[in-house]
């Protein structure tokens, strides 16, 4: 089965630029949840997307956005890219959408990154 | 606000030798996860402890999960050069219902 897979693997732009970010779920999950990691912030939620549908979003400002398409796939927006946004982004998939309590095996599986470089 | 710690958050260690990484979380939690990461790579699954008192082997590797003392423990056994990694832990239950990680745990294990 293949895994979840992230293109551009490495993406370089400048200050005020936007960027796309694509994202395919393992076949068969339906739920896509994108993170940020940087060294000083660690691996920060940004948002999770299940059947279509933005469930969770962590906190970022508007100029992160996302969509997902209906065979599962996903992408995210960045606009008027800053210095800080470089960082490596991850995708993760599972087969159903994130719960607080439901004692089920939600377990994601993370896509190999895009690495962004903001200069 | 769910906060997750790890610690230590840097670990040198002699092949050979044993250690813990510890994981403690501040709310309820009914799962807990561990992912490795090699440098300039993504996420690998490690163990997922659905239950108090959940403990998963690997290898060197042991986990555990006492959701009572809201911990759970990364136990290395004979450390090997190939564990020479950054460990996370992963809690469920941001505001959003989200996955919290973990600062990581950079473990380098020498000769």
């Known amino acids: 089965k293949a895994g979840v897979t992230q293109t551009p693997r490495y993406l370089i732009k400048t200050r005020g630029q936007q960027v796309t970010l694509s994202c395919s779920p393992i076949?068969?999950?339906?739920?896509v949840s994108w993170y940020q990691q940087t060294p000083g912030q660690g691996l920060q939620f940004l948002f999770e997307y299940f059947s279509e549908t933005q469930r969770n979003k962590g906190n970022f400002p508007g100029r992160f956005s996302g969509r997902q398409f209906s065979n599962s796939r996903s992408e995210m927006n960045v606009s008027t890219l800053e210095l800080g946004d470089s960082a490596l982004y991850l995708c993760?998939?599972?087969?159903?959408?994130?719960?607080?309590?439901?004692?089920?095996?939600?377990?994601?599986?993370f896509g190999p990154g895009t690495r962004l470089t903001v200069l | 606000e769910l906060k997750v710690e790890q610690n230590p958050l840097f670990l040198s260690m002699q092949e050979g030798k044993n250690y813990t990484i510890y994981c403690n979380y501040s709310?309820?939690?009914?799962?807990l996860y561990w992912y490795r990461q090699d440098p300039g790579k993504s996420l690998e699954s490690l163990f997922v402890l659905l239950s108090n008192g959940a403990v998963k082997q690997e290898g060197r590797l042991m986990a555990s999960l006492d959701t009572k003392a809201r911990l759970s423990t990364l136990h290395i056994t004979a450390a090997v050069h190939d564990l020479s990694a950054t460990y996370f832990c992963?809690?469920?239950?941001?505001?959003?219902?989200?996955?919290?990680f973990g600062k990581g745990t950079k473990l380098s294990v020498k000769p």
């Open positions: 076949s068969g999950h339906r739920s």
């Open positions: 709310t309820t939690s009914d799962r």
């Open positions: 993760a998939s599972s087969l159903r959408p994130t719960r607080v309590t439901s004692g089920r095996n939600d377990e994601q599986f």
């Open positions: 992963a809690v469920y239950g941001g505001s959003q219902g989200n996955l919290i």
